[in-house]
């Protein structure tokens, strides 16, 4: 954090979009190692003479000592601190458990195994909580925001918390899972090999079409996104590059001190990059300037993508350069968290999740729970919300069911003249005509060879047809 916020104890925050169990990627945490609750200023006041707290110590007495069944002191102990947090009835908060901690500080690392995706409990649901990481086993088998898990391996999850669950996904590079997904009224298994994910939060292109402008995802706000943002820039800007596209899409949230750094980048010196407020409400605020972004400065042309999934740090980037440099955002409009948590250690295996403070934009609104209006409105096509082919067994003809519809739709998306829920006769030659212009085996049914296929040349025509991108390239030409 800036210097200047000094009514404000903690060191660095984070800002993450949803309490989630991280099977892999997702929400990049800072972990702080202080132990908070044995602090100095702590020692003097013992918990048993907070008058508060007898009733909690009244139980703990009253099970240990007459409860019939063996007593688990520390499970008690878990339990008691678990629910204070759960009391607070605020989905960004949360007590975190040795496994809990040790995921959150693994999500640090430069990569790490699992599937590429990220879970949270939604309607006690086990739920993918955003888009998986581009190249990861969930992506490359179609799994999407949204989707719930109804198995895993064949066993249920209805009742088990999101540890177990999460827990059951986790496992070695080159090791399998069956996921059983629903998706709105359809239920299909789709079976994972873990792989090791990459943490790299940026990536970089020059457009294909047009050599001038160059285009940069990022995914997170970690550790070093400011840095490899710097880089990317710096290698684009060799290649030709005169304007960018930051792409936003997708991208929950992270570390609080590298969206600042990052937006100082984009904003002339002494501009407000955010706002908070906290508890007692004082107000601060962040500015531009050498202390954050070193001089580094970006004054080409920019447009940034934004949708439903962008979330705390990428809204506070966004509405930073559009509200103090006029940035036009394209695309949905955003999740809406505008909120500020920190992760402190309350011993040596546990920490604090902890909502510390609200963020506002530059001139001063609250997004939360609202969200950001884009500039200029723009979506993907009908066809990229298509789910992916069920694999429960190989589609033929005379197969009739909302699984053969969704076939028939992704068919006509690719020019087929295919409709309705049966695998009839144009199903059929439609199948075959795609197997051999993809070099198949020509059977006019479709295994999971061809709906592998089917689906990859589907994200090519995703691709081909963002229109969000497209309505940036344009603003970048005028």
Same mark, same amino acid.
């Given at each position: ?30 972990? +702080? ?83 590429? =995706? ?7 649901? #086990?739920?993918?909580?955003?888009? #998986?990481? &581009?190249? !990861? ?22 009742g088990k918390t999101l540890d177990e669950v ?6 070695? &590079? ?42 940069? +995802? ?12 710097k880089e990317h820039i710096q290698s684009l ?37 955010? +706002? ?11 500015? =531009? ?22 979330? !705390? ?5 966004? =509405? =930073?350069?559009?509200? !103090?440099?006029?940035? #036009? ?100 030659t439609a199948v075959r005509e795609f197997q ?14 061809? @709906?592998?296929?089917?689906?990859? @040349? ?13 309505? @940036? ?6």
């Amino acid at each position: 954090m800036p210097k200047h916020k000094q009514f404000i104890s903690f060191n660095r925050y984070l800002i993450s979009l949803l309490c989630v169990g991280i099977i892999s990627g997702g929400s990049v945490y800072i972990i +702080q190692k202080e132990i908070r609750l044995v602090e100095k200023n702590q020692a003097a006041q013992s918990v048993d003479e907070r008058d508060e707290l007898k009733k909690v110590h009244a139980l703990y007495d009253e099970i240990n000592n007459y409860y019939v069944g063996d007593v688990k002191k520390e499970e008690l102990v878990e339990g008691a601190v678990k629910g204070m947090t759960d009391a607070l009835d605020d989905p960004y908060s949360s007590y975190l458990n040795n496994e809990e901690a040790t995921n959150l500080t693994n999500s640090l690392s430069g990569s790490f195994e699992g599937i590429g =995706a990220v879970v949270t409990m939604k309607n006690k649901q #086990p739920t993918i909580a955003e888009t #998986p990481i &581009k190249d !990861s086993p969930a992506e490359k088998a179609g799994l999407k925001a949204e989707d719930i898990l109804l198995k895993v391996d064949g066993k249920e999850t209805t009742g088990k918390t999101l540890d177990e669950v999460v827990s059951k996904i986790r496992g070695e &590079k080159g090791s399998k899972v069956t996921l059983t997904i629903l998706r709105g009224e359809e239920t299909f298994d789709v079976t994972l090999t873990r792989d090791t994910i990459p943490q790299s939060t940026v990536k970089s292109t020059i457009d294909k079409e047009n050599k001038t402008v160059g285009s940069i +995802q990022i995914t997170s706000f970690g550790e070093k996104t400011a840095s490899e943002l710097k880089e990317h820039i710096q290698s684009l800007r060799k290649k030709g590059a005169t304007s960018f596209i930051i792409d936003l899409r997708n991208n929950t949230g992270g570390l609080l001190d590298q969206v600042e750094e990052m937006s100082s980048m984009f904003l002339k010196d002494g501009k407000t990059i955010v +706002q908070f407020s906290d508890k007692e409400g004082n107000q601060s605020k962040t500015v =531009a300037g050498k202390e954050l972004d070193d001089g580094f400065k970006v004054k080409e042309p920019v447009a940034v993508l934004v949708n439903e999934y962008s979330a !705390s740090a990428s809204e506070i980037f966004a =509405a =930073a350069l559009n509200e !103090s440099a006029d940035v #036009p955002l394209i695309g949905t409009k955003t999740f809406g968290k505008g909120t500020v948590q920190t992760v402190r250690g309350l011993d040596e295996k546990s920490e604090l999740k902890l909502t510390v403070m609200k963020w506002l934009t530059p001139t001063g609104k609250w997004i939360h729970e609202k969200g950001i209006e884009p500039t200029i409105k723009a979506t993907y096509p009908d066809y990229a919300f298509l789910n992916p082919i069920s694999r429960e067994k190989t589609l033929k003809r005379g197969d009739s069911s909302e699984v053969v519809e969704n076939v028939n739709q992704l068919l006509a998306a690719l020019g087929y003249n295919t409709k309705g829920q049966a695998f009839d006769e144009q199903t059929e030659t439609a199948v075959r005509e795609f197997q051999a212009g993809h070099k198949l085996s020509v059977t006019g049914e479709i295994d999971d060879g061809t @709906a592998t296929a089917l689906e990859k @040349a589907l994200f090519t025509l995703i691709d081909e047809n963002d229109n969000a991108y497209n309505s @940036a390239l344009e603003q970048l030409k005028k």
